[in-house]
């Protein structure tokens, strides 16, 4: 196709994507605890997404519905849930609580997480009880399958490269607050480039060396 380039090998360390919306919160009277559920879906399977960005290129990608299964099983006791993975300067990275549940469904990544009695996680509540947040996960693509030169189609009319993530290893997932941008309201995005850039902002040295 005539689609933008890709590069020759994207990264698949430290990719980031956020869903909007993130998911729900259930007050603590309905659940008994501490502060609350925060529960939802932080990846949907199968929904193509243009992925544009200066780090990884642009290109349409959607996560196979087996993607998580093996991390789920493997990886479950190292993941974290952090807020805006933790580079929030008041929150750092914290854990915002437990994994209870998590699993994939038919339709995404469902997680279930009570909320810490913590002074941080009261300051998050006003916006997770009016749905403001995003969810996000940090992951590493552990299997990929990519039609470098598709067909031009109704999901993708020009033909950009596509990539099936097939399996994916997480790191953390957690609440995020959307950077502006058009069409915010819903659906998915790559957010590596704003995390690529506070993890650099947040290590000057690493920076400095970079830029001189």
Do not use: C
């Not at 919306?21 to 309905?30: H, L, Q, V």
């Not at 519905?65 to 750092?92: C, Q, W």
């Not at 990544?109 to 909320?115: D, G, N, T, W």
Request: charged share 25%; net charge negative.
């Amino acid at each position: 196709g005539a689609g933008a380039s890709v590069r020759e090998n994207p990264p698949r360390e430290n990719l980031v994507r956020a869903v909007m919306p993130g998911g729900e919160y259930r007050d603590a009277e309905s659940t008994d605890d501490g502060l609350g559920l925060m529960t939802g879906e932080f990846s949907r399977f199968n929904e193509w997404t243009e992925i544009n960005s200066s780090w990884e290129g642009n290109f349409l990608e959607r996560i196979g519905p087996s993607a998580f299964d093996k991390t789920f099983a493997e990886n479950r006791n190292n993941m974290r849930v952090l807020y805006d993975h933790g580079h929030d300067p008041s929150i750092g990275n914290k854990p915002l609580g437990p994994i209870r549940d998590l699993r994939s469904t038919d339709t995404g990544a469902y997680y279930e997480v009570p909320l810490f009695d913590t002074s941080y996680n009261r300051d998050l509540l006003p916006a997770l009880k009016a749905g403001q947040l995003g969810a996000s996960f940090r992951f590493k693509v552990v299997r990929e399958d990519w039609n470098k030169t598709p067909e031009r189609s109704d999901f993708n009319p020009r033909g950009l490269p596509e990539r099936t993530i097939v399996e994916a290893k997480v790191m953390e997932f957690g609440p995020v607050t959307f950077p502006a941008y058009a069409g915010a309201s819903a659906g998915v995005r790559s957010m590596t480039d704003e995390f690529i850039t506070a993890e650099l902002f947040g290590d000057q040295e690493r920076l400095r060396a970079l830029l001189s």
